[in-house]
């Protein structure tokens, strides 16, 4: 049996080197390690990886660091719309919520769905708030999940809009996300992903996250995966599925699939991009192309984080 491992993202949309201070790289690192730390000790008990997954990605909703939960992208409207999704490799089960603006964790309540049984699979906006309430999960104001720092991005992104230079908006001002993959002990995968989307999104845009085979995937024959960059490219490109379906049909291993979308198929779609991804033997990948990745994996050797390329 593979030994357990858990990998995280907190997004590809990180602040550039040069404006990145060293007080300001070590909050993302332990905010890195907190969740780490939190998913390893579901795994290190032999928990499954569903439980991991959901353990790491809330430590990270509920971090201002990261754009999910608290401290998610602003809205064009100036609020906030939190998309999110889980699947396991087991048995397929998945949950998925979009344009939530109440749930103060929402993988927590994807997770729910999926262990309910898929059906409903996918909850949107009014109703996957009232969805959550009923269910008992914590519940918040829209403005609990306000920062200042990502209400700034907000004015910068719309100074650019009025002054047409959007396209030389650094990655950090547009996205983020985070995300988890996990295998367990028992062998099987999971993946989680939760996010505020893009800052200045439209109200209502939904993005990859919570689109089962775009942003998440998990099957326990290949591998799991959690995306993070700009979604429309990973829903047109079914990028988590095609991951699957290279290494279960294309005989490709992951490394070679999760390269192959991340630095090829997307390659002249300007289209800021990276993931995490396991596969079943426990082998790992953490490919992007964009400055950074705010990423970091758990085993029983020990916890790693990184943001730049070195
Ligand atoms: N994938 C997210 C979205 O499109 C954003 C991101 O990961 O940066 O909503």
Request: with cysteine.
């Amino acid at each position: 049996m593979p030994a357990a491992r858990l990998v995280i993202h907190g997004g590809c949309g990180v602040l550039p080197r040069a404006g990145m201070s060293a007080a300001r790289e070590a909050g993302f690192r332990a905010s890195l390690r907190c969740s780490l730390e939190a998913g390893w000790a579901v795994l290190a008990r032999g928990g499954a990886s569903m439980d991991a997954v959901v353990a790491a990605i809330a430590v990270m909703e509920d971090d201002p660091n990261f754009n999910a939960g608290h401290g998610s992208a602003f809205n064009a409207d100036g609020g906030h719309e939190l998309d999110a999704s889980i699947m396991e490799g087991m048995g397929l089960h998945a949950g998925s919520v979009a344009s939530s603006r109440r749930i103060r964790n929402p993988i927590r309540v994807v997770a729910e769905l999926a262990r309910r049984g898929s059906d409903p699979l996918m909850l949107a906006g009014e109703g996957a708030d009232r969805w959550a309430e009923r269910n008992g999960f914590a519940m918040v104001d829209n403005a609990h999940f306000a920062t200042e720092w990502r209400r700034e991005a907000l004015r910068e992104i719309k100074a650019r809009e009025t002054a047409g230079t959007m396209s030389a908006a650094p990655e950090s001002e547009k996205h983020g996300t985070v995300g988890a993959v996990a295998l367990d002990a028992a062998g099987h995968l999971a993946a989680g992903t939760s996010t505020g989307g893009y800052t200045n999104k439209l109200v209502g845009r939904v993005g990859d996250s919570p689109i089962i085979g775009a942003g998440t995937w998990a099957d326990d024959r290949t591998c799991a995966i959690s995306a993070t960059g700009k979604g429309e490219f990973f829903i047109r490109k079914a990028l988590a599925h095609e991951i699957h379906a290279r290494m279960r049909w294309g005989g490709q291993s992951l490394e070679a699939a999760a390269g192959a979308m991340i630095h090829g198929e997307l390659d002249g779609w300007a289209a800021g991009a990276g993931l995490v991804a396991i596969d079943r033997e426990g082998n790992f990948t953490l490919p992007y192309n964009t400055e950074g990745m705010y990423r970091g994996h758990a085993s029983a050797a020990g916890i790693e984080v990184a943001v730049y390329a070195d």
